[in-house]
């Protein structure tokens, strides 16, 4: 259930970084997949699931740290 959406952000996030790596619209996509990640660790923080915490919020920093290098 998990892989249902962060697979394709994720290949959504590469291939916009990859395609258009200075543009407005690859900032627009690496905060939405933050969130999207940071949505992610607060279902496992809930469920106490430590898995569903740490790769999520270690994604999130990634797409955070890129999103506030192209700024």
Do not use: E, F, K, N
Request: aromatic fraction near 4%; proline fraction near 6%; hydrophobic fraction near 70%.
């Amino acid at each position: 259930m998990y892989a249902a959406r962060s697979i394709p952000l994720g290949l959504l996030v590469a291939t916009v970084a990859w395609l258009a790596p200075a543009q407005s619209l690859t900032l627009l996509v690496l905060t939405a997949a933050a969130a999207a990640q940071l949505a992610d660790a607060a279902i496992g923080v809930v469920h106490r699931v430590p898995g569903m915490v740490v790769l999520p919020l270690a994604v999130a920093v990634l797409h955070l740290a890129g999103a506030t290098y192209l700024l």
